[in-house]
């Protein structure tokens, strides 16, 4: 692929973070058989890996906003560009030692998504999109699955753990794909799935309480491989809901039509 400045800026940003968290990868499996655990460490390499991203695209694009998972909203001079920013996405996977983890980069203009780069440095696999230039992984061409019924596809999703989403809503989500679906998958990384849909590793993935570094860079990365990414109602407002579904054109719409529909049952 022939690759912009912008993407250039980004995937170096994106390396130079994953080297970081790929030699702590490395020390938090050490630390599996400590008394303390993992956790602290982990913290720390997010935090770390935040940082590297900030200072290499502030230096690169100077007076861009940022919205970043650990800092927050942090106001730029101009107010047409901001970064979208998860360093760590998959935190758990790091802190067990399971190797589905991912930096993910993504870049807003005037309010519509142009750029995304989701890095997985245990894998050293680097998922690009700028818009109209379609989607790469390490500069081969990506397009999403062909499959056309839902029965015979791999669905990927999260699911809500303690504490955290609507637990009633995905077990009936649960149920209804499992009974339409030839399998589902539960990866821990949403940026991930994502990128794996525009890879044609999943066919399709749906997941709600979102945040928007979860899925900015993936959800173009989706549409410049040809898929289809809405809410679980077909809405457009993905980054503010945190609802997606994702899919190619007839994948996507029977998914969305299998999450609106009640419990079946058996």
Known sequence: MARSALINVMIGAATKAGRSLARDFGEVQNLQVSVKGPGDYVSQADRKAEE???????RARPGYSFLMEERGVVEGDDDQHRWIVDPLDGTTNFLHGIPVFGISIALERQGQVVAGVIYNPAMDEMF????????FMNDRRMRVAARRQLSDCVVA??????????????????RNVMADSSGIRRFGAAAIDLAYVAA????????????????AAGILM????????????SGQ??????????GNEIIHGALVKTLNKPLQRS
């Open 200 to 215: 044609g590793r999943f066919d399709a993935f749906w997941e709600d309480s979102l945040k928007p570094w979860d899925m």
């Open 52 to 58: 590297i991203i900030y200072t290499e695209l502030s």
């Open 237 to 246: 407002d993905m980054l503010d809901t945190g609802s997606v579904v994702a």
């Open 128 to 135: 690009v999109a700028e818009r109209g230039g379609g989607a």
């Open 222 to 233: 989706i549409r410049e491989a040809g898929g289809f990414v809405s809410t679980r109602n």
């Open 157 to 174: 999703t999260g699911i809500p753990h303690l504490g955290l989403g609507n637990h009633g809503r995905a077990l009936i989500d649960l």
